[in-house]
């Protein structure tokens, strides 16, 4: 096992990048917003629209959901079946995530980078783009935000499963909202 002061410097390091992403694609929501009703006001009140505009949306929407689900993960907001696990108490909890995160975090995280990677090689060495006229021409950056999105949630993955294992060991360890003081 990793020694606790490492284990509590690599578990700030991770959940510091992870918040610091999750406050930074914050502001991407507000960008979506805007963007978002200017197309509507376009739209509705002007009857045009713009390919770009369009696919930027989609864009950012695709590009936030991929690199919060790190940010989700260390506040511990994704999708559990919460009226059983908020029962428990925090030892099983502590079970419960560290066995998830082995059998199906981990190798999630670990198959879609490793498949993701080649596609994004590809897109990345013919510079691809919107196949339509008017569209966003550096569709490769999009691309590259899959591997780089889970690679943010195997890093939390990481984070939480050190947490786990040093609550287990019986260590004071805060797992969830907050980070190891």
Known sequence: MVPAGLSFALIR????VNDRVGRAASWLTLLMVIITTYDVVMRYLFRTSFVFIQELEWHLFAILFLVVAGYTHLKGDHVRVD???ARMSPRKRA????????IFLFPTVFLLVWTSIPFVINSIAVLEGSPD???IPGRFVLKAMIPFGFVLVGLQGISETLK???????KDVVIGKETPK
Not at 95 to 102: A, T, Y
């Open 95 to 102: 079970w419960i995530d560290l066995v998830c995160s082995v």
């Open 133 to 135: 006229p008017g569209g």
């Open 164 to 170: 786990n294992l040093l609550r287990l060991a019986g």
């Open 83 to 85: 009226i059983f696990y």
């Open 13 to 16: 390091w991770i959940d510091a």
